[in-house]
């Protein structure tokens, strides 16, 4: 055997203590719901790990009521000191039910454990604290004297980070003293509905967190109620389009947080092992089932024969299988329907006369995967260097200018993160102020902290999430 050949070292699926059915949370209760109701799979296996029920639309009536009432007979009226009290709470109850978390997620969404230990979970409990500490700080955030809170929030979130995204979502809507509908994507509804309990375990006054299992329907019936003030919505572009034209006019609040084609962009005098590593976590993260995955190298012309050659040198490296083994570095593809989506995108690459290579690395027999993918000889024309993948597929340009450079990362009709790799102070600087994008990286990628507000220019959706500034989007102020 090969001596750098790992044994395998499998997180212990019972952890997650799934049970074999879920249902809604609707006004502090779990409750039957009045859809039909789904089956969600382990993408690792395609076995069904759950039935959970769904949302009717009677239901969604019911919970935009619930968190009306409590909007105004409880959370609402209440101080912010004593909701952060709630939030603290929640925050601690999951920061202490972590590893169940942790296994829960990668079952349900294929992400390796490493991923969902290290990042996911505890990027949601930083999430609940930061917000938590704003409670009763918003006359203090510099957004206005007096923030009143808008009402009934309505959010719906993809399946590519569900507990993070629900967080992102519930977090800043609770600090600020509104109450919330909340839509999980139809794949990845566990860890939404675990945090449910913990938030009826931490005695959450009931309707003011109500969450909705369902399908596309559910999501519209939510973003669609008369009752909701404030739209939340993290997805696709074209989802995110068509909500935009039903809110127009409405007078309800919205926040689009959609899709991207972010552009990792090395210089020649960039340290390239420290690069190579980035622009390996920028697309490789999560499988590439990242909104700001840096998935277009664009890299200086002089060096991209010697950079692409440590590149493939260090993807061969990436383990991919069993995402519960804490040595997978890229899980499965969270569903069929994306991992069909990727095959055809890839398809249209070679089509177009992009070069593929491929990571020799072997992939488990049963189960959703791709093979870490590298397309060069990319031209800007092509699909895989314009439409989001969503896969791990890494197209690469090259550039022999900051100035052409810059021109290539906006020629895109997205603009929601970049990055830039570069020994150089200023050139980073002048880079990044050149670049349109929300979130900028300068030798480093996919860092995420909820102090740093994050969110897209153009067709990546406007409004921000996380920092002071992403409070504004929950307030009248
Ligand atoms: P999607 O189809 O737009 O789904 C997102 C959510 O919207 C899901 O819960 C979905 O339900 C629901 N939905 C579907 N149709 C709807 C409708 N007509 N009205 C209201 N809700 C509806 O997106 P996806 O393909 O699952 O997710 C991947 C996309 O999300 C990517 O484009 C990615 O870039 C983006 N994303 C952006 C960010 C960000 O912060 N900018 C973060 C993560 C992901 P179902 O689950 O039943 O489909
Ligand atoms: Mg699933």
Known sequence: MDPWTYAPAPESASLAEVAPSYRPF????????????????????????????TASPQDVDRAVAAARRAHEKTWGPMSGAERAKYLFRIARILADRSRELAVLETLDNGKPIRESRDVDVPTAAAHLFHHAGWADKLAFA?????PRPLGVVGAVIPWNFPLLMAVWKIAPALATGNTIVLKPAETTPLTALVLAEIAAEAGLPAGVLNVLPGAGDVGSAVVGHSDVDKVAFTGSTDVGKEIGRRLAGTGRRLTLELGGKAANIVYDDAPLDQAVEGVVDGIFFNQGHVCCAGSRLLV??????????????????????????KNTDVGAINSRVQLDRIVDMAAAGDAEGAVRWTSSCPLPERGLFFPPTVFTGVEQSMRVAREEIFGPVLSVLTFRTPTEAVAKANNTPYGLSAGIWTDKG?????????????????????????????GGYRE??????GGRIGLDAYLHV
Do not use: C, H, M, Y
Request: a negative charge.
């Open 26 to 53: 609707i006004d502090g209760a779990f409750v039957d719901g009045g859809g039909e109701p789904l089956k969600t799979v382990n993408p690792a296996t395609e076995e069904v790990l759950a039935e959970v029920g």
């Open 142 to 146: 510099g957004l206005g004297p007096d």
């Open 300 to 325: 200086q012309e002089s060096i991209a024969e010697e950079f692409g050659e440590l590149l493939r040198a260090r993807i061969e490296t990436l383990r991919v299988g069993d995402p519960l083994d």
């Open 426 to 454: 200023s050139k980073a600087l002048w880079t990044a102020q050149r670049v349109r994008a929300g979130v900028v990286w300068i030798n480093t990628f996919n860092r995420f902290d909820p102090t740093a507000p994050f």
């Open 460 to 465: 990546s959706g406007f409004g921000r999430e």
